[in-house]
């Protein structure tokens, strides 16, 4: 029997220090309670470790390497061109580092106590108790007045057909993010966020990428007209499609994977040197004694009401373990929200839109109703749009692909959705994103003054265009 070492008693005990994690410890602490967070890995999850933020890092280096390919567009020139894959990777290692230092500081800073280990959850009064396997050796035992669980998810895989990671040719994003090398061919197998991000960078550096989409449309969650342009966009820049194609079966070749696909009826194989596997994730669950607390589970995500309880007193879920959308933001949002609940305060901002980005190039981004679900809603909505290659900023800047659309609801002119795509997009958003949270109108929309010369002003022309208003066309 491992050693027990001191108990402790805290007022919240949150299980998962990633962005739903340690943003709810802060709120408790601002809140005035003792908070402890056990973590089994890495504080800051997979978010700061092994996603949003190294993807990103990666991302820019791709971004960067491909603009050289355009210097004389801008009348540069450089000598030579060239890349060092391992400080590409050591840089984005570096960039994660550097945040999971700053999650530390910020645990100290709130008085947060940190506990590393693997948490298990047993039977406890009035939340269960958190016995914790500790990363040092030994257990201890944590008792908690509440127990949020923001255990995160992980990268589906398909065994059956051989969509599972072996670390050398078949990746999920875990690999793709600290390669050896940039591989010189790759299938990337689902055409989402983390799909495409790989795609973009590996594209970026040379590699001859194929992407594989089982659904009809690339981005199949983004507006229709979105899906299209990106597809053009990305095929512009040498990216290869399959869509829509269904994945038989994945083997192991001598030299690389072959990936069986059928597509339109007709079998196909396709080879490669490495695969990346993003066909969606599934939620942390095991392992934590959910099961033997009576905890509901619906497809591998842990069921709760709109203040994240999940029915056993005390004890909560948040961020991707509670389901869709997987998006870091969201489970901050919904941290925040829980231990505010908890405190008995009443939080207003409950159904807030949630803003989705895509950050390769192009980026994409959107927020609300697609114009189709906004139809099938009876909204009658009143659609506008407008394109980078007439904004004078795009023009000057030598970014004017993609275009800004809007919808607005038919009858009250209320903002229902925005869909973007082109440069610095992910960073625009969230000027719709503040005006849905503001229920404003288009009339709002169209009284607001917008900086010139900037891309943010084909937001304004698309809401002035949804009206027949639009100025630059
Ligand atoms: P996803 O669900 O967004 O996309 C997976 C895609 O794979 C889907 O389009 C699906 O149709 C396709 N697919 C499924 N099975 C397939 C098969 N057998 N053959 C071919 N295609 C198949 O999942 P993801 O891209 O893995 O991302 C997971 C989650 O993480 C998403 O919710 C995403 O929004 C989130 N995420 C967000 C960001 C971001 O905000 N930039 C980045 C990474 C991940």
Known sequence: MAAETKAGSFDVIIIGS??????????????????????????????????????????????????????????????????????????????????????????????????????????????????????????????????????????????????????????????????????????????????????????????????????????????????????????????????????????????????EIEAGGKAETLEAEVAIVAVGIVGNVEDIGLEALGVKIERTHIVTDRHGATGVPGLYAIGDVAGPPWLAHKASHEGVHCIEHIAGLKPTNIDSPIPGCTYSTPQIASVGLTEAQAREQGREPKVGRFPFRVNGKAIASGETDGFVKTVFDGKTGALIGAHMIGAEVTEMIQGYVIAMTCEATEAELQGAIFPHPTMSEAMHEASLDAYGLVLHI
């Open 18 to 259: 990633g962005p739903g994690g340690y943003v709810t410890a802060i709120r408790a602490s601002q809140l005035g309670m003792t908070v402890a967070i056990v973590e089994r890995e890495l504080l800051g999850g997979i978010c700061l470790n092994w996603g949003c933020i190294p993807t990103k890092a990666l991302l820019k280096s791709g971004e960067v390497y491909e603009q050289l390919d355009h210097l004389a567009d801008y009348g540069l020139s450089v000598e030579k061109r060239g890349f060092d894959f391992d400080k590409v990777v050591q840089r984005s290692r570096k960039v994660s580092a550097q945040l999971n230092a700053g999650v530390a500081f910020l645990m100290k800073k709130h008085g947060v106590e940190v506990v590393e280990g693997a948490a298990t959850l047993t039977k406890g009064s009035p939340a269960p108790n958190v016995v914790v396997a500790l990363k040092a050796g030994g257990s201890r035992t944590l008792i908690g007045k509440s127990v949020i669980v923001a255990t995160g998810a992980r990268a589906r895989t398909i065994p059956a057909i051989g969509l599972e990671p072996d670390g050398e040719r078949v990746w999920t994003y875990r690999e793709a993010l600290v390669p050896k090398s940039a591989p010189k061919s790759l299938i990337v197998i689902g055409s989402g966020a983390i799909g495409l991000e790989f795609a973009s960078f590996f594209r970026a550096l040379g590699s001859d990428v194929t992407v594989v989409e089982a659904l009809p449309r690339i981005l199949p969650v983004e507006d229709e007209e979105v899906s299209k342009a990106a597809l053009k966009a990305f095929e512009k820049r040498g990216l290869k499609f399959r869509v829509p194609a269904n994945v038989k079966k994945l083997t192991k070749t001598k030299s690389g994977v072959a990936v």
